[in-house]
């Protein structure tokens, strides 16, 4: 049987620490933040205490200066539990990421101490009403008034919208010019000018508030600037890799553990005098998904290792993504269907996570532009062994 060899005893004893916050502050509480569409702040604070946000921070910026594998670990509890209210991903793995690696050493003092304790929340402003992943179609307009830029625009389906205090956002300083037109800005959403729209209602991870955010002459210091002008789109390009790894290690492991669960189910409900687990096609619809799984599971821990070793590229990232987001669809599918009725009743883990799955094959990039990356990568090599 396959056997993980990524993480060092440090790596277990963290996890120990993260599944037992998880079971006192995230699971007697989910059910009511599910109604609420929105988790307390105070839950970041906590999170920030018990070392779990942005492990990766090197410790002169507020941070313990940890290796990736720490954040796995909490990436990978957190879809373990089910629990999807809590936007940590975003925050540690894509805001505080794009901080550390391109700001200023200002600004990582400014706002990496306040997302490491849990202070100020981190959210990634890209995706507009009329630009998904097409980026480089946005109209978030960023215009130079003296040491200023005014912002006018909007965005949607933004993650932690609600609650965030600093925004990433992507911007055209030049409309004309859709390669070099781009520019990040860190923005302080206390500033006048930012406005929150209302908290979208969606399909599953209702526990999670995700916003339109609006910008009516939002003025912010060119100091802000994330990176140079005109590079943003460059700079987001360097980190698709990362997001779509960390989509990857998610359905990863939702996948292995919803299979689990239908495993003790099926061996506990009775039907015909033995129990579903008895019947053969429980145990080869089990074998089919288990035997993905583990190949899944693979990838991803080698998606991991090159990732550590800085040489995972956009196809390998892509191919991960694509392949455990319809791993993670199919996977939720078949076990509701092993359920019966009762995988339909909301009160069942299975049906929140059948709920809370469908956004994995358009978030981070659809899954049709995954295809896409693989597929214009396979046919550049061959045209290049061609010597086309």
Known sequence: MFERNLFEKEHDMFRETVRKFIDKEIAPFHQQWEVDGIVPRELWLK??????????????????????LFDVVVFEEMARSGFTGPGFLIHCDLVATYIKAFGTDEQKKHWLPKMVSGEAIG?????????????????????????DYVINGQKVFISNGQMCDVLVLATKTDAADRDNGITLFLVDTSLPGFHRGKNLEKL???????????????????????????????????????????????????????????LEYTMQREAFGKTIADFQ???????????????????????????????????????????LSNLHCRV???????????????????SRAFADARIVKIAGGSIEIMKHIIGRDMIRKKRKEQGA
């Open 332 to 350: 939720v599918d078949d076990c509701l269907q092993l359920f019966g009725g009762w995988g339909y009743m909301w009160e069942y883990p299975i």
């Open 47 to 68: 999170a920030g205490e018990a070392g779990m946000l942005c492990c990766t921070i090197p410790e002169e910026y507020g941070g313990l200066g940890l290796d990736y």
């Open 123 to 147: 959210s990634l402003g890209m995706t507009e009403p009329h630009a998904g992943s097409d980026l480089r179609n946005i109209r978030t307009r960023a215009v130079r008034d003296g040491d």
């Open 204 to 262: 599953g991870m209702k526990a999670q508030d995700t916003s339109e955010l609006f910008f009516e002459d939002l003025r912010v210091p060119a100091s802000s600037m994330l990176g140079e002008e005109g590079k943003g789109f460059q700079l987001m390009m360097t980190k698709l890799a990362q997001e779509r790894l960390a989509q990857a290690i998610r359905s990863a492991t939702v996948a292995e553990h919803i299979i689990d669960i239908t």
């Open 281 to 323: 096609n429980t145990q080869f619809k089990l074998a089919e998904l288990k035997t993905d799984a583990v190949i899944g599971r693979v990838f991803t821990d080698h998606c991991i290792q090159k990732f550590m070793q800085g040489e995972l590229d956009e196809v390998d990232a892509a191919m991960a993504k694509m392949w």
